[in-house]
């Protein structure tokens, strides 16, 4: 197979960065690993139009953040591909980029899903090409042989809420986790504590599955297309909704407890917490002055701009970074890997509840005593972590 790739090396801030150029369709695809010191380095892949160099390099450092405030010794990768998520040669395509990175991915190169792209699918197309995983790289940097790696990784498949494996569960479950502990900061209680979330994919429904469990309501919920909001006295279908496999929301639901709104709807919500769990920038200087939350918790990639969360600061509504809430996925590699013996999945997003919390209070403790936003915080925090060369990536060391 004729790939065209160009690879540029460098010791410079923004690491490795490998350039695709389709034989085929002459698309142009990207892997990003930022650094490229540590013995490991972890990101998902994203399909969309329009992606650029550019911005794989943006999500890649937002990810060696997400390491960074985790403690792990990772260095913060992402690839994907600029292509249209809805045109029939997606699979196709997906599968001649992730051939052509395919040396990083056995040696390095920790993958994961990212927008338009899903585990099954990713897992999938490597082993169409003869990998046992995206993310074998994990059991050379710990240093596991390839059956004790496969049945360490083969517990993400075990349910972990009721019919929602550990997969599935666990980035959103971080996001339920950043919420609640916001809403400790505030002095809201969970229970009853209204949530407007932003978003239908995964990492939204994970989310919302978490914030169930712990008693909040759900009273919006926004997808690509529109916003649907709980009538006064009414409450959101969730059960039915949940059930709907697809990332629009199902209008065939119960409709009399709910209106149909415009989907910007959804940041100007009144709510105690306003998830983002879809799209970057969406909140950003120009509509913060719109959201009408308490907290925001981004669990989406960079979905607060700079200037968004300036705004939100001086407004007094704090907003957490989306590197700290949307690092579920990454605490529950450490959750699954760093213990002697196999953790069950709900020891794992137990894992995740106890490091994202802990997270949560130091960073907005450092934000209100030293005020600064705690994206601000988080930073400062992350001085220093994480810069131990040659560490395993998972270990009770790297806590």
């Excluded at 919006?220 to 949940?242: I, M, N, S």
């Excluded at 989306?322 to 709900?346: D, I, T």
Aim: hydrophobic share 45%; glycine share 10%.
């Amino acid at each position: 197979m004729n790939h065209c790739v160009a690879m540029n090396h460098t010791n410079e801030p923004q690491g490795i960065i490998l350039e695709y150029i389709d034989p085929l369709e002459k698309f142009k695809g990207w892997l990003v690993i930022d650094g490229g010191q540590q013995m490991m380095s972890a990101g998902g892949m994203r399909v969309q139009s329009g992606l650029s160099r550019e911005h794989v390099m943006a999500m890649a450092h937002n990810m060696t953040m997400k390491m960074r405030i985790c403690g792990l010794p990772i260095d913060g990768a992402k690839c994907g591909i600029d292509y249209p998520p809805s045109a029939p040669g997606k699979r196709a395509a997906m599968t001649r980029f992730l051939a052509a990175i395919r040396p990083y991915v056995e040696d390095r190169y920790s993958m994961g899903p990212d927008l338009n792209t899903t585990m099954d699918e990713l897992e999938g197309i490597a082993h169409e090409l003869g990998m046992p995983s995206v993310k074998m790289a994990i059991a050379k940097a710990q240093g596991m042989d390839m059956a004790s790696f496969l049945a360490r990784y083969a517990i993400l498949s075990q349910a972990a809420i009721g019919g929602w494996s550990l997969s599935r569960m666990r980035a959103g479950f971080g996001v339920a986790v950043a919420a609640l502990a916001t809403l400790r900061a505030l002095a809201i209680p969970a229970l009853g504590a209204r949530v407007a979330v932003q978003g239908f994919g995964n990492l939204a429904k994970a989310a919302i599955i978490g914030l169930l469990e712990a008693g909040a309501t759900i009273v919006a919920v926004a997808d690509a297309d529109k916003c649907l909001r709980a009538k006064p006295g009414q409450t959101l279908p969730l059960a039915e909704f949940l059930e709907h496999r697809g990332t629009l929301l199902p209008v065939t639901a119960t409709t009399n407890s709910f209106e149909i709104l415009n989907k910007e709807v959804i940041v100007s919500q009144d709510c105690d917490i306003l998830i983002l769990a879809a799209i970057e920038h969406a909140v950003t200087e120009a509509n913060a002055g719109l959201v009408a939350a308490k907290g925001v918790v981004p669990g989406a990639n960079l979905a607060i701009t700079l200037g968004g969360d300036e705004a939100l600061f001086a407004r007094g509504v704090v907003a957490l970074p989306s590197f700290v809430a949307g690092c579920g996925g990454s605490l529950s590699m450490k959750g699954l890997f760093a213990p002697e013996q196999p953790p069950s999945p709900r020891q794992v997003l137990d894992s995740i509840a106890e490091a994202m919390n802990s997270m949560v209070e130091r960073i907005l403790l450092k934000s209100r005593l030293q005020k600064i936003t705690p994206t601000q915080a988080a930073t400062l925090l992350c001085q220093g972590e994480g810069k131990v060369l040659g560490q395993k990536p998972y270990s009770p060391a790297s806590a």
